[in-house]
């Protein structure tokens, strides 16, 4: 199973919220659930847990893996 780095303080992709807003280290590019993606034709609505193995950074294609989760107030 994959983790995402400031998930939850108990860390995990169980612990991520499904509203919660990743961003994106190289180019800060943010994925919102409540937007989804039109470039990978995410629809509105995916929590970044449930993406496909294979999304990517649609601005750099950077891994999942380098995304961190932002503050609830941002």
């Given at each position: 199973m994959k983790t995402f780095e400031n998930a939850c303080p108990g860390g995990g992709n169980d612990?991520?919220?499904?509203?919660?807003?990743?961003?994106?280290?190289?180019?800060?590019?943010?994925?919102?659930?409540?937007?989804?993606?039109?470039?990978?034709?995410?629809?509105?609505?995916?929590?970044f847990a449930r993406l496909p193995d294979h999304w990517r950074c649609p601005e750099c294609d950077g891994d999942r893996e380098g995304f961190m989760r932002l503050p609830d107030d941002q």
């Open positions: 612990a991520l919220p499904e509203d919660a807003r990743m961003e994106c280290k190289i180019c800060w590019y943010v994925y919102d659930p409540a937007r989804g993606d039109d470039y990978w034709q995410i629809p509105p609505g995916t929590p």
